[in-house]
């Protein structure tokens, strides 16, 4: 059994004392000098308080619980009189010492906090319990062993932990926060944050930890802008890899990347959705005509794939078909005509499309490996299609799966939990509107986790993504967000973060982040660890580069490059 951190006596020294009730039932003010500037906003302090459910009992022997509780706000209650602070050139504290006025001896600050209430190890919660301090109560804070306990649902390096930094309030490394590996991917994860507020390197930072051997997880990483390619270096680094035997056979994480050449979307796995998607502006007459033969097609393959050709005869079945039927041949034929003209243009030749090749789900999902697909050339219309019809494969294999369905061997045999991750998510779900990867993106982080299929959001657009998507992410990473739109957007779809907290979201440096929901017990704010890879998403340095254009090699290599032939290769090439 686990000892419960609330009962441990330690040596301490208390930082205040309760001035009363604050604001709301569940907040309270204490006053303190706090000499060592220590009581920041977001620090934690506890009460002591007699084990609630024992008492009436036996008060004398019910043990000591500590009820935790995070400063919301710092009030000075003694400041400067204004006559002090009238001459700019003279320091108030000299002022105050020739008028005897001992400006430290009255120093005195009120702070608010917001009550969290004693951490239950049974229930793996904070369990409020409905008494306030009284006055004159005494105010600790909580020391960096007690947060490390009980802040996180896991501890550093456990099986199923991902640590992905430190506590902010606390100096670098003292208090890890530590992620529920299995409630992030059970309950789906969103990282929000403005441009250059390091939504990459966090997302970066969680599959490194995902990718230790204490995980050894399957992720997908769909890479929009190709900044993830640098995870390659994981296999060359040792935190990814443990020595099993002593002889080389242990565990090593593998990391495959796809460029966009190589991310290839079988036209048999495409729907009418995505059809319509990739071939705008149809007719009511295209689109009819279209519908019946995928129809066609797919009842004459019975499951094997097709192509163009296929789908081209199809069309002229059907068309065939319904002139006998109706007698409006000489209608249908312009039709035909128009929509094999426009199949034949967006797949004959499709730098994405292809009859017979696509991604192989057992190749790009694996225990242990990383797939990282670059779509960084690749249009944003076909980027949704090959996201849509990745999501409905994976869907369809964990269903099968799991339901048994499917036997080892089987191209869609898929026997573990997954992990996708999607970048710029405001593209495939966006807000206002729909595309073809909104609905199965809803459909899985709606339904994914009973068939174990985790999915992370990265945004920097909270606003325009769709709030139903947001919403069904159930741990969030929040990191600095200035644009008023979308910090009422996050405020709107996340639960249980207090607005304290959100209020910091402007203020927030970069590499820091507010982390809540499912994966820690308590919403805490982190300074993200460094990454044991190289970061691929860095902005350009563009007045470095500019210097370098002007540098004495560069120069000189421009000159080379652009000198003309001599007089005497001019002649004997003449000749």
């Excluded at 499709?350 to 999902?365: A, M, N, R, V, Y």
């Excluded at 799966?401 to 869609?412: D, F, M, P, V, W």
């Excluded at 982390?515 to 982190?526: F, Y």
Aim: glycine share 8%.
């Amino acid at each position: 059994m686990i000892q419960d951190t609330n009962t441990q006596p330690f040596i301490r020294k208390p930082v205040g004392i309760t001035k009363g009730p604050g604001e709301t039932t569940h907040e309270y003010t204490f006053v303190s000098r706090d000499d060592e500037q220590v009581l920041k906003n977001g620090e934690y302090v506890y009460y002591e308080l007699s084990d609630p459910d024992q008492q009436g009992v036996n008060s004398h022997a019910a043990p000591i619980r500590r009820v935790l509780g995070r400063v919301m706000k710092r009030v000075p209650l003694q400041l400067y009189p204004d006559t002090f602070l009238g001459e700019p050139e003279i320091s108030p504290t000299q002022v105050a010492a020739m008028v005897g006025y001992n400006a430290h001896t009255n120093e005195l600050f009120e702070l608010h906090v917001a009550i969290m209430g004693y951490y239950d190890h049974f229930t793996g919660s904070f369990i409020n319990p409905w008494i306030p301090p009284q006055s004159g109560k005494q105010i600790f804070l909580a020391d960096d062993t007690m947060l490390a306990q009980i802040l996180s649902r896991k501890q550093d390096k456990q099986p199923g932990s991902a640590t992905i930094g430190s506590l902010l309030t606390r100096p670098p490394g003292a208090v890890p926060v530590v992620l529920s590996v299995k409630d992030v991917v059970s309950t789906h994860l969103a990282i929000i944050a403005s441009t250059g507020a390091g939504k990459s390197y966090l997302a970066s930072v969680i599959i490194e930890e995902l990718m230790q051997p204490h995980n050894k997880a399957c992720i997908l990483i769909i890479d929009p802008h190709g900044e993830y390619g640098t995870l390659d270096q994981i296999a060359n680094t040792p935190q990814f890899s443990e020595d099993g035997d002593g002889r080389g056979s242990g565990y090593h994480a593998h990391v495959r990347v796809y460029k966009p050449e190589q991310v290839k979307v079988r036209l048999s796995t495409l729907n009418m959705g995505d059809m319509r998607s990739l071939l705008p502006e149809m007719t009511e007459k295209q689109q009819y005509l279209l519908s019946r033969a995928l129809r066609k097609v797919q009842e004459n393959k019975r499951g094997t794939p097709w192509g163009v050709a296929d789908l081209k005869q199809a069309i002229k079945q059907v068309s065939k078909q319904k002139s006998d039927e109706d007698s409006e041949g000489a209608d249908d034929s312009s039709t035909v005509h128009a929509l094999t003209w426009r199949i034949e243009q967006r797949f004959e030749h499709s730098f994405t499309f292809d009859d017979t090749q696509h991604l192989d789900l057992p190749e790009i999902f694996k225990p242990g490996q990383c797939t990282v697909l670059q779509l960084n050339e690749i249009d944003e219309r076909d980027q949704q299609v090959i996201v849509a019809t990745l999501l409905r494969r994976l869907n369809q294999a964990r269903m099968d799966t799991e339901r048994g369905k499917l036997q080892a061997g089987n191209e869609s045999y898929l026997p573990y939990p997954v992990f996708v991750l999607l970048e710029e998510a405001h593209h495939f779900a966006p807000g206002g509107t729909e595309v073809v990867s909104t609905s199965i993106l809803k459909q899985v982080l709606a339904e994914g986790r009973k068939f174990g299929i985790g999915v992370g959001l990265i945004s920097q657009r909270p606003g325009k993504l769709d709030a139903d998507v947001l919403s069904q992410c159930q741990t969030q990473c929040i990191m600095r967000i200035v644009n008023e739109i979308d910090q009422k957007s996050v405020a709107a779809a996340i639960e249980g973060v207090g607005r304290d907290l959100l209020d910091n979201l402007p203020a927030l440096s970069k590499g820091q982040v507010i982390v809540a929901g499912a994966a820690v017990n308590t919403p805490v704010i982190c300074r993200v660890r460094p990454r044991y890879t190289q970061h691929g998403g860095e902005s350009k340095d563009a007045p470095d580069i500019w210097q370098k254009y002007f540098s004495s090699d560069n120069q000189e290599s421009r000159r080379r490059s652009e000198a003309p032939l001599s007089s005497n290769k001019g002649f004997n090439l003449l000749r």
